[in-house]
């Protein structure tokens, strides 16, 4: 089986994958690379529910699925889950590359996992039924919502049997349930799991506009979901992030957290297994070991000019920017 290649090119666009290879912004343009991926891995596997995830997905994000109104989060817009889907194949296939055949996942927990990657943030769109004003406004609670999603789906494409494992694998890309407490009992689910995680971080530190996204749209998000700010037991508010650059200051805190404790501690470094696409290098490690770089280039001189990339947003409606920002005014002036 052939490599994947890093371009030498530093020209990247902004919404394609750390590669510059795959329009991360296009449900077709990565399910086609996905698809790719897993023929070769599992030539004789049919790709039918992975494409029909893929077109639902589509729908989903962009309202047209009966029920839902579309996506409406600047942070975790199409572009991001996407993104974090083809890190998900790419860790499955160079996992499966390198293991044992006992320890091997298989085509349909593979698959499973896939999906899961798919809709591991669909609890962010928000019902028609629904009273928040925003997605970001279900942050404390994305994640159940989204394996809510998952109980429905599965059973549409022929794996109802996979439902309750995928509902609980979910849960290893948020903060809702501690990983101990997810309750999976075969370690390979716990596997996908840790793949999962994985995926869904690198694909957002290794975004090339990592660093304004989460100084434009990451921080109104934070606020929406009440992660900016809270109260501790005496009443007293606490701030936790004042501003968008105030969590750009704490952005290098937080990528150096998220290696020890998430990536090569709770997730057991199974980032390592991109290393048998890539000819033994990781492209995500090194964009994000970039960002973080660059990162500390400007707080060291508060050289905020260094940040002027433009991020293309994906959302349903071109005006959920301003949206949002007007939200998030509104959400500081009653805290």
Known sequence: MSSEQIPHS??????????????????????????????????????TPIATAFHTFGDLVGGS???????DTVYHDRQHTLDASLAMARLLVGYERGASPDDQLGFERAAM???????????????ITDTQRNGAEYTNCHVSRSAQFLSEFM??????????????????????IAFDAIG??????????????????????SDRCYLEKCRDRLYPEFVLGGLAANRDATGTMRILYGSGLDLLKKTPAFIDSAIKN?????????????????????PY????????????????????????????????????????????????KTV
């Open 262 to 282: 998430r990536l090569n501690g709770c997730f057991g470094g199974v980032y390592h297994h991109l290393e048998n696409l890539f000819n033994g290098e990781n």
């Open 113 to 127: 996992g896939l999906i899961t990657a798919i809709f591991h943030d669909a609890g962010y769109v928000r019902k």
């Open 155 to 176: 059973p549409t494409i022929g794996m109802a049997q996979w439902a309750p494992i995928a509902m609980k694998v979910v849960h290893f890309s948020g903060y809702e």
């Open 184 to 205: 999976l009992d075969n370690p390979k689910d716990i596997k996908v799991g840790h793949l999962l995680g994985t995926a869904d971080l690198i694909a957002q530190m």
């Open 10 to 47: 530093t020209h990247r666009r902004s919404d394609y994958d750390v590669t510059d290879s795959v329009q991360v912004s296009s449900a077709e343009a990565v399910s086609e690379a996905v698809r790719q991926l897993f023929a070769a891995q599992w030539p004789s596997q049919a790709f």
């Open 65 to 71: 699925l009966p029920g839902y109104t579309g996506i």
């Open 285 to 332: 490690l090194q964009a994000m070991q970039q960002h973080r770089a660059y990162l500390e280039d400007i707080l060291h001189g508060e050289q905020w000019s260094m940040l002027r990339r433009q991020p293309p947003l994906f959302t349903k409606d071109p005006s959920s920017m301003q949206n949002v920002q007007q939200l998030m005014v509104s959400h500081l």
